[in-house]
């Protein structure tokens, strides 16, 4: 059973996925992490996330480490992982560990919840449910610069919604796997809405499309 959650960044994706899979009790996937792990391998090797043949080593070389670096979050690595995630090889090789995890959820969990840009298209086509979350570049400036501080990192409103702005062009445009929502996906506009009403919403989509499917909570 396979949950993808795709949209740009802060529109509220990591706050549903972690809730879906605590309700359901299935694994979780944060597939950003992935590309933010190889973008900042390659800025730690000194080398250009634009440069394919960096990072492609960079992917292949990826260590459960990789994952825990401190710099993940920052904006820094946010640049670089749109950077990489752009290189059709890089995404190939992340997309095999990212089937294997949908076929045999880590724990014996019947299920997985993935986030991401590309999981209900490419990733997990097949997925039961798909959801596509979006909200307006200015409120999801303003998320993405109260988590920052929340991590203790400086946050200036004006420059977190230009890379905001720049890394959305850079994922929709590009030319493989591009950001988009898959078309049997529900889209929810989160704008407007706090955590509990987009899991209310996701929790009635997902009844709808699969009631007798799902483990109950
Ligand atoms: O979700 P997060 O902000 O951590 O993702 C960082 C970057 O990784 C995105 O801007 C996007 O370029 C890339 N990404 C991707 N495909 C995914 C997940 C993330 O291309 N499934």
Redesign the pocket.
Same mark, same amino acid.
């Given at each position: 059973m396979i949950i993808t959650v795709d949209g740009p &960044?802060a529109a509220g994706k990591g706050e549903l996925t972690q809730r879906l899979a605590k309700h359901f009790g299935f694994a979780r996937l %944060?597939? +950003?992490?992935l590309?933010?792990a190889v973008g900042w391998r390659v800025l730690a090797g000194g080398g250009d996330p634009e440069n394919e043949a960096a990072a492609v080593d960079a992917a292949k070389a990826l260590a459960a480490d990789d994952l825990e670096a401190p710099g993940l979050r920052s904006e820094e690595a &946010?640049e670089a &992982?749109?950077k990489v995630?752009a290189i059709q090889a890089v995404r190939g090789v992340l997309l095999e560990f990212q089937r294997h995890f949908a076929a045999a959820p880590p724990g014996g969990r019947k299920g997985a919840v993935f %986030? +991401?840009? %590309?999981?209900g298209t490419v990733?997990c086509p097949d997925a039961m449910i798909k959801l596509f979350l979006t909200a307006s570049p200015e409120v999801r400036a303003i998320r993405r610069v109260k988590q920052l501080q929340e991590q203790g990192a400086e946050a200036i409103h004006g420059r977190v919604l230009q890379e905001l702005k720049e890394?959305d062009a850079? %994922?929709t445009t590009r030319n493989v &796997?591009p950001l988009k929502p898959a078309e049997d996906a529900l889209v929810i506009d989160t704008s407007d809405m706090d955590a509990d009403a987009v899991f209310a919403a996701a929790l009635d989509f997902i009844s709808s499309q699969a009631p007798d499917q799902l483990p109950k909570s």
């Open positions: &960044a %944060d597939t +950003g992490k590309y933010r &946010a &992982a749109s995630a %986030d +991401g840009r %590309d999981t990733v890394r850079r %994922d &796997a």
